[in-house]
């Protein structure tokens, strides 16, 4: 089982850019489909973007053509770009791995957008 540590959040204005960065240790880390959710405050965790082992991509509707999903096997790394941030994309960004019978979660890194 992979173990996941997110990092990039931070405090960004409407507008901006940030990148988020999930580094897994453990083995086998390209046969895990990844993916990164959020949560705001008060609400339900939601999916983001999620990226299989094969690299078929998926978004939710609210950040197609705005945020992009990649990973580098080679150095056990997934990456959330996020531009054009809106204040409705404050939340907790988490970094998901699973595989049948494996599921990991990261500890999560905060996300705030506001002026």
């Known amino acids: 089982q992979v173990q996941l540590v997110e990092s990039g959040g931070g405090l960004v204005q409407p507008g901006g850019s940030l990148r988020l960065s999930c580094a897994a240790s453990g083995r086998d880390f390209s046969i895990y489909d990844m993916g990164w959710y959020r949560q705001a405050p008060g609400k339900q965790r939601e999916l983001v973007a999620t990226m299989t082992s094969g690299g078929t991509t998926n978004y939710a509707d609210s950040v197609k053509g705005r945020f992009t999903i990649s990973r580098d096997n080679a150095k056990n790394l997934m990456y959330l770009q996020m531009n054009s941030l809106k204040p409705e994309d404050t939340a907790v960004y988490y970094c998901?791995?699973?595989?049948?019978?494996?599921?990991?979660w990261g500890q999560g890194t905060q996300v705030i957008v506001s002026s």
């Open positions: 998901n791995a699973n595989r049948p019978g494996r599921d990991s």
